[in-house]
């Protein structure tokens, strides 16, 4: 059968994701800011009996190496096989999306362009002449919509015909830049990839293909006899392409009327970006947030309880012989999962994907950078973060949008002290279900307590160079409940499938360690913690599991204190218990995405001094109390 | 980047303000080494502006006729106006290069903006200094760091376009352009040189 591989390339909030989901059905999530994808996902599908493999891959405004993501595009585009990309482009901004076609062609790349967002240019009074640009060009033009599928048939025909495509435009820099382009070319090894685009490379300064040069000194002389006439070759090469760029997409725009006035995004962005009215309006929506999360997901989680304690009393398990301990203990932990985890989680997703596809969440980058700047904070982590509040593996994932590693590891260390739903249905369905909602609230601010301290001992000891802030503000759309319905469930499988499994698996451990009576012997040796922090020995149980996975710790506590907790903890007990296990990574996944992102030993001493900072501020925190 | 068929009217612009550079006469073997087109575009481009009436052929011979060099005069204002824009960043000899390949594709209304915003960039200010919905033009774009230049540029922030700042932060500047918005930081704003419009 024949195969084609088609990679999907574009600056960021383009639709590439919206286009891929319209292409094979929904797989991908997709939001309304830049930097939502930030790796490569691969969909097959079968087309009129050809494979066709699509690549979804993080938005780009040109292929060059500065951030992680655009490294991830560059090395599809470049070191795969991969026999064509679509080049998803803005109507409203052709030029943009031109330039990193312009680039891609260079490569010989065969490439189609989808063009997005027609019918917002037409409202704007931009009309396209897609004929036009095919001629130009010489490659189809196709314009799309991927929420109505529009154009998609006439895509994928294009798709089917593209390996017999060959790249007819080039771009020609002048007599300066083209001569040095050739002696790179007559000095390079034999490759894939054509010479020419590989000089191009070089010359804007592109280390990853210096390896291509026999003799990195050849270019030292070329660049020399170049200074002259050239002292920056990699910005002439960058003025050239976004010249040819603008000039091809002038050719082909038409402005059929100018809109006069200001639009309703204008007022609202006024207010959303105002000095002062910024940062109220941000907390007043935050508030209004949390305020309908925490309320609904009470009211869910006794709702939730009240079933799950009716189905496991009707079920009405012994729990005298071993199999029957066993499954009364797996039941338990999915009861703690289904009713305790579940709301936060899904109302938390639902109120997010909201936020984030009316384009809101990206105005309150700009108010959070006013006041995370202060903190050495990139406003650019604000997406992150707020991504931690669900959970905290995306979350660690999300910070690749940040510059440089050093930056990205300094934000993701913050993840530790954002409660992640699985933390805040501790912090819910724990300390406020059993110690008032005040409590609850309490150990909320001490986490942002801890989080600032952490901020300004970390600004002493870890020096984080700060990128200049570069960033484009999405415009406001009008929210499609599909799509938040279809991302609340991909950011929510994970819990689904892994989280309560495992807090069964974990209810039945701890089943088997109770009856043949070890737990002491765990929990002997780590009375230590217990003590320094006030809390009964068998409270290490619950915490202990809760490195494994947090939500086993409210499921636990209630394993080994019974259900009646307020009468066995005192508030300030219950208090700290919260503290102590709302700090540090939250889970072996969190853990895991670490060690993917910065490498085991960052993630292990990351880990290990989060957690312990952790206990460490909540033992101190008690002494506090105690001497008032 | 040029296209198969604008090489010709590529290869007759270029003769004829190479003519108009050499005082209106030339052999046609030297037009030909300079115009640096293939010798069927060269041959049909002679032909077709004879045609025109605009050179007259004599001897192995062009030279332009009264209205030949009205129309040179003007495409080498053309050339001279995108030389000159790129002069000052670019050196002399790159920006006459960079002046062969746009201006043939340049619209009359596109030179002329480069022509003026040529007269301004001396006059610009950095970006920081226009306040909330004040209106400006960018004139120059001096960042030092050249990836960061390529960033700002492939964002579609450019010499030539209208820019308006949407509001401010203690770090930088919220700034639109064409419809798109953009949060840049202070130490990119200073290099964003513009002045206002009014
Ligand atoms: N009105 C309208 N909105 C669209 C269209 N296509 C995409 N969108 C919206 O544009 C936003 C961005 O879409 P995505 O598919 O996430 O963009 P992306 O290119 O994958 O973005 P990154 O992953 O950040 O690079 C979403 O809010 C979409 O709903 C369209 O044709 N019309
Ligand atoms: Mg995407």
Not at chain 1, 281 to 294: P, R
Request: hydrophobic residues 45%; proline residues 4%.
């Amino acid at each position: 059968m024949d195969k084609i591989k088609i990679v999907l390339v574009g600056q960021p909030n383009v639709g590439k994701s919206s286009l891929l989901n319209a292409l094979v059905g929904p797989k991908v999530v997709i939001s309304n800011y830049p930097g939502t994808t930030v790796e490569v996902t691969k969909v097959q599908k079968t087309f009129d009996g050809i494979e066709m493999s699509f690549l979804d891959t993080p938005g780009i405004y040109s292929i060059s190496d500065r951030s992680e993501e655009e490294k991830v595009t560059e090395k599809i585009l470049f070191e795969e096989e991969i026999d064509g990309v679509i080049v998803v482009s803005d109507a409203t901004a052709l030029e943009r999306s031109l330039y990193v076609l312009l680039q891609i062609m260079e490569a010989d790349i065969p490439a189609v362009i989808a063009l997005n967002f027609v019918e917002d240019a037409r409202s704007k009074g931009i009309k396209i002449d897609c004929k036009r640009l095919e001629k130009a060009l010489g490659i189809s033009v196709i314009p799309i919509n991927p929420i109505t599928k529009k154009g998609i048939d006439d895509l994928l025909n294009s798709l089917l015909r593209i390996k017999d495509k060959k790249v007819k435009f080039r771009v020609e820099y002048d007599d300066h830049i083209e001569e040095a382009i050739s002696q790179i070319s007559s000095k390079l090894k034999e490759t894939r990839l054509p010479k020419r685009f590989i000089s191009v490379r070089i010359l804007e300064g592109d280390e990853d293909f210096y390896k291509y040069l026999g003799d990195e000194k050849i270019l030292d002389s070329i660049k020399k006899n170049l200074s002259e006439k050239h002292p920056k070759i990699d910005r002439d090469i960058a003025v050239t392409r976004y010249g040819i760029a603008s000039l091809l997409a002038e050719e082909a725009t038409q402005i059929v009327h100018t809109v006069r006035g200001e639009d309703i995004q204008e007022k609202v962005d006024r207010l959303l970006l105002h000095r002062s009215w910024g940062p109220v309006i941000t907390m007043l929506i935050l508030v209004i947030t949390f305020g309908v999360l925490l309320y609904l997901g009470n009211l869910l989680q006794s709702i939730l309880m009240d079933l799950t304690s009716n189905f496991l009393s009707f079920l009405h398990i012994t729990g005298n012989s071993m199999p029957d301990i066993v499954l009364a203990r797996s039941l338990t932990g999915l009861a703690a999962g289904i009713s305790i985890a579940l709301p936060y989680v899904f109302l938390f997703y639902l109120l997010l994907g909201l936020l984030e596809d009316m384009g809101i969440l990206s105005r309150f980058i700009v108010n959070a950078e006013r006041f995370f700047g202060k903190f050495g904070m990139p406003g650019k982590a604000f997406i992150p973060l707020a991504l931690g509040l669900g959970c905290t593996v995306p979350a660690t994932k999300a910070t690749r949008v940040l510059s440089s590693k050093r930056e990205q590891f300094y934000v993701a260390s913050f993840l530790s002290f954002v409660p992640c739903s699985s933390r805040t249905a501790i912090i819910m369905g724990v300390v406020g279900f059993y110690g008032g909602i005040r409590l609850a609230f309490y150990v909320f601010l001490t986490l942002l307590m801890a989080a600032l301290i952490w901020a300004f001992a970390i600004k002493k000891l870890y020096h984080v160079s700060r990128e200049p802030l570069l960033l484009e503000l999405p415009p406001y759309r009008k929210p499609l409940a599909g799509n938040i319905l279809a991302k609340g469930w991909f950011r929510m499988k994970d819990f689904i499938y892994v989280v309560i499994p495992l807090l069964m698996v974990g209810g039945a451990v701890y089943g088997i360690l109770d009856a043949y009576n070890i737990t002491h012997m765990v929990v002997q040796p780590l009375s230590v913690i217990t003590s320094w922090l006030g809390l009964p020995d068998v409270t290490i149980i619950p915490l202990t599991f809760g490195f494994l996975q947090k939500d086993l710790t409210g499921a636990m506590l209630v394993s080994v204190l019974g259900s009646n907790i307020s009468s066995v903890l005192t508030p300030v007990q219950i208090y700290t218990f919260g503290v102590a296990s709302a700090i540090g990574i939250p889970c072996i996944n969190a853990f895991a995405m670490l060690i993917r992102e910065f490498g085991f030993r960052r993630a292990v001493s990351l880990t290990t001094v989060s957690i312990g900072y952790g206990i460490l501020f909540a033992g101190l925190l008690l002494r506090i109390i105690f001497i008032f | 980047m040029i296209k198969k068929e604008d090489e010709q009217k590529v290869a007759e612009e270029d003769i004829l303000r190479t003519l108009g550079e050499k005082n209106g006469d030339a052999s046609l073997k030297s037009l030909m080494e300079e115009v640096q087109s293939s010798g069927s575009a060269f041959s049909r481009a002679i032909e077709n502006i004879e045609k025109k009436n605009l050179i007259r052929l004599e001897n192995n011979r062009a030279s332009l006729t009264d209205k030949g060099i009205k129309k040179a005069d003007d495409i080498l204002r053309k050339h001279l106006v995108v030389e000159n824009y790129f002069k000052e960043s670019r050196g002399a000899a790159e920006a006459h290069s960079i002046a062969h390949i746009f201006e043939h594709r340049l619209s009359e209304e596109a030179i002329k903006n480069m022509e003026s915003l040529y007269n301004l960039r001396e006059k610009g200010e950095p970006l920081l200094k226009l306040k909330p919905y004040e209106e400006g033009l960018i004139v120059n774009i001096a960042l030092p760091d050249s990836k960061l230049f390529e960033r700002v540029v492939s964002m579609g922030i450019f010499i030539g376009e209208k820019v308006t700042v949407a509001g401010k932060i203690p770090g930088g500047v919220i700034i639109k352009i064409k419809n798109k918005k953009f949060v840049v930081d202070k130490n990119i704003a200073e290099y964003i040189r513009v002045i206002k419009n009014g």
